[in-house]
Nanobody, 127 residues
C-alpha cells in the first residue's frame, strides 16, 4: 500500500507561485507513474499533469501549460508541482496520485487510472 502525503498548499495572491510536494512512503516510488489532479468547490476533479517513472515524459492539461511544471526526485520519493502565474481559477484542493503502471499503459488523464491518492492540499489564489 502506497501512502502519499501532499504539502505546500496555501494562500497566495494572483500572479504568485507555490510549489507543492508529494512524498510517497513506498520504496518502489521510481516505478510509480505520478499525477496531480485538482478539485474546485462545486466542480468535478480535473487532471492537471502527470509524469512517467523516470520523469522523461510529462503530460499537461492545456490550461496549465507554461505555468505549471512537474518534476520528481526518485532519491527522495517525492514529486513536485511548481505553479507560477497563479490565477484565482486555480483555487482548488490539489491531489497527487500514483499508478504502478507505465503512463503508456494507462489513461493518465483520468482519475480512475491511479491506484493511490493523497489527502489533498488546499491552494487558494486571491485577487
Amino acid at each position: 500500500q502506497v501512502q502519499l502525503v501532499e504539502s505546500g498548499g496555501g494562500l497566495v495572491q494572483a500572479g504568485g507561485s507555490l510549489r507543492l510536494s508529494c512524498a510517497a512512503s513506498d520504496g518502489t516510488f521510481s516505478r510509480l507513474a505520478m499525477g496531480w489532479f485538482r478539485q474546485a468547490p462545486g466542480k468535478e476533479r480535473e487532471f492537471v499533469v502527470c509524469i512517467s517513472w523516470k520523469g522523461g515524459t510529462t503530460y499537461y492539461a492545456d490550461s496549465m501549460k507554461g505555468r505549471f511544471t512537474i518534476s520528481r526526485d526518485n532519491t527522495r520519493n517525492t514529486v513536485y508541482l511548481q505553479m507560477n502565474s497563479l490565477k484565482p481559477e486555480d483555487t482548488a484542493v490539489y491531489y497527487c496520485a500514483a499508478s504502478p503502471k507505465r503512463l503508456s499503459d494507462i489513461s493518465w488523464y483520468t482519475g480512475g487510472a491511479y491506484d493511490y491518492w493523497g489527502q489533498g492540499t488546499q491552494v487558494t489564489v486571491s485577487l
